[in-house]
């Protein structure tokens, strides 16, 4: 069982940037790759960014490229997500989550064994 914990959520003005953590504990000895997923209310859970368990690749929502980074220390815990240029339309609960396939990058919720409890980012105008 692997437990993920993310913070680094807040409310942020529209063009600003922040920095969301998370940390796993439990049965971190295992490798597993990484993603973000965000909830905006009355919507749908949506794919943000994926790294694998080395962080040689990753991938992207084609919403977030170019503005979001995903990376992960030489510890591989914990993984971050860097928002910048970040847009009203952001504003959504932050999950990550662990997938046991630890080679690849998913963008399938299904694919994912365990989750967070969410961080919320809230992004003003």
């Known amino acids: 069982q692997v437990q993920l914990v993310e913070s680094g959520g807040g409310l942020v003005q529209a063009g600003g940037s922040l920095r969301l953590s998370c940390a796993a504990s439990?049965?971190?000895?295992?490798?597993?790759?990484m993603g973000w997923f965000r909830q905006a209310p009355g919507k749908g859970r949506e794919f943000v960014a994926a790294?694998?368990?080395?962080?040689?690749?990753?991938l992207y929502a084609d919403s977030v490229k170019g503005r979001f980074t995903i990376s992960r220390d030489n510890a591989r815990n914990p993984v971050y997500l860097d928002m910048s240029s970040l847009r009203c339309e952001d504003t959504a609960v932050y999950y990550c989550?662990?997938?046991?396939?630890?080679?690849?990058?998913?963008?399938?919720?299904?694919?994912?064994?365990?989750w967070g409890q969410g961080t919320q980012v809230t992004v003003s105008s």
């Open positions: 790294i694998n368990w080395s962080g040689g690749r990753t």
């Open positions: 439990g049965r971190t000895g295992s490798p597993y790759a």
């Open positions: 989550a662990a997938d046991r396939a630890y080679y690849r990058t998913s963008a399938y919720a299904s694919d994912y064994d365990y």
